[in-house]
């Protein structure tokens, strides 16, 4: 068998009738992109490549083999928001990105080049956010193969306006500009770090798609839900969570409800505790001293609704019934006005509203519209 080296071009006339294959290449920390490449071309995972993306050619590393379909440009973040200098939003009608050929020696000593390139324009941009007030910090970058374009990372706690440090950074650099605002996952990932497990973060290691993690994942697990315990090194909640969810659903399935009533080879409890990973569950006996012991889950079956409740419960239930009747009988109080109670309590409601009050005069003695006695001292008789 022969072999017929590429041309310059990298396309073998007879190319669009070879079977193409999808690969994954990665750019960039946090920059990856999809790309289909002719099985003539020998790529395997690992290997060093030259892509021709829409509007520039740039070089990569194939992190992996047959990904499905090719997109224009991915990135790991679902919020991941891009920019480009120009003003454009890509959208999908852009051209797939494809490998051309593997990369040379030349194409070695360019990137070389590029990567000290980019380091001063990296510097250059700090200067530049600084001189338009931006709060945004600044990740990485990165210049392009065929020195057509700069890309450049950040993070934000919300959108940034940045056109105007786009037309001041590109009149600098005098090429062009895409700037990418990214998540705090994809900073994790593109900066690194060490985890509270001593292994270095996965999403620098090995995850490419991050995917959603909620809170249920952490009380399956049993695990305590103080934020400084479920959260990795970007402030979100850890990817490692989902790892062995599957597994702890499966393990908790045969589990009896926590509260429920059983019966043991020790006599009838209520379950107080499972544990998952040993496959026991507490109860606690009915003995009448509220003692606790560890079954095996095999050894625990639910009560029978026959037994009914425990003495305890009987207990609670006769003391409910002795404070509602406690309740009941304060409740009953006696009229506040008329009848034989209310007289003996104040005498002057059995009088009448008349005697209530009596106004008197300075000298001590009752008006005439007082009473009786006032009228009879009035129209008294004279002596002879």
Not at 6 to 27: F, N
Not at 76 to 84: G, Y
Not at 156 to 168: M, P
Not at 259 to 269: E, F, K, L, S
Request: charged content about 30%.
């Amino acid at each position: 068998m022969v072999f017929i080296p590429p041309p310059e071009t990298g396309v073998y006339p007879w190319s669009d009738r070879l079977v193409k294959q999808s690969y994954l290449v990665e750019i960039m920390p946090g920059m990856q992109v999809d790309c289909l490449g002719h099985e003539s071309l020998g790529v395997s995972l690992g290997d060093s490549v030259v892509i021709t993306c829409d509007k520039h050619t740039d070089c990569g590393v194939v992190i992996r083999v047959g990904t499905g379909g090719a997109r224009a440009d991915t990135s790991r973040d679902s919020q991941t928001q891009r920019r480009r200098g120009d003003g454009k939003t890509p959208t999908a009608d852009d051209k797939a990105a494809e490998i051309i050929r593997l990369m040379t020696d030349a194409d070695s000593r360019k990137a070389e080049d590029n990567e000290s390139r980019a380091q001063s324009m990296f510097k250059t941009a700090q200067r530049k956010i600084r001189e338009h007030h931006l709060v945004m910090k600044l990740i990485n970058c990165h210049y392009s193969l065929d020195k057509n374009i700069a890309f450049f990372q950040f993070s934000a706690e919300g959108r940034v306006d940045f056109r105007g440090l786009v037309r001041d950074l590109s009149g600098a650099l005098r090429t062009r500009i895409e700037l990418r605002q990214i998540g705090v996952r994809d900073e994790a990932g593109i900066i690194g770090g060490i985890g509270v497990c001593g292994q270095p973060f996965c999403c620098a290691r090995f995850l490419n798609r991050f995917q959603s993690v909620n809170v249920k994942m952490a009380k399956i697990q049993r695990l305590s839900l103080n934020p400084a315990s479920v959260s990795g090194g970007c402030g979100r909640l850890k990817c490692c969570l989902r790892y062995e969810v599957d597994g702890y659903k499966e393990m908790c399935r045969g589990l009896p409800r926590t509260g429920a009533r059983c019966v043991t080879p020790d006599g009838c409890g209520r379950v107080v505790d499972c544990n998952a990973l040993t496959q026991k569950a507490r109860v606690r006996l009915d003995d009448g001293n509220a003692q606790f012991k560890d079954f095996d889950v095999a050894d625990v079956s639910p009560a029978p609704p026959s037994q009914g409740p425990r003495e305890e419960e009987k207990r609670d239930q006769a003391g409910k019934g002795d404070r509602s009747n406690q309740d009941g009988s304060r409740g009953a109080q006696p009229p506040k006005n008329g009848g034989e109670n209310a007289s003996r309590r104040n005498p002057r409601n059995a009088e009448g509203k008349g005697n209530r009050r009596r106004a008197r005069r300075p000298g001590g003695r009752p008006s005439q519209s007082g009473g009786e006695t006032g009228s009879s001292s009035a129209s008294g008789d004279q002596p002879a």
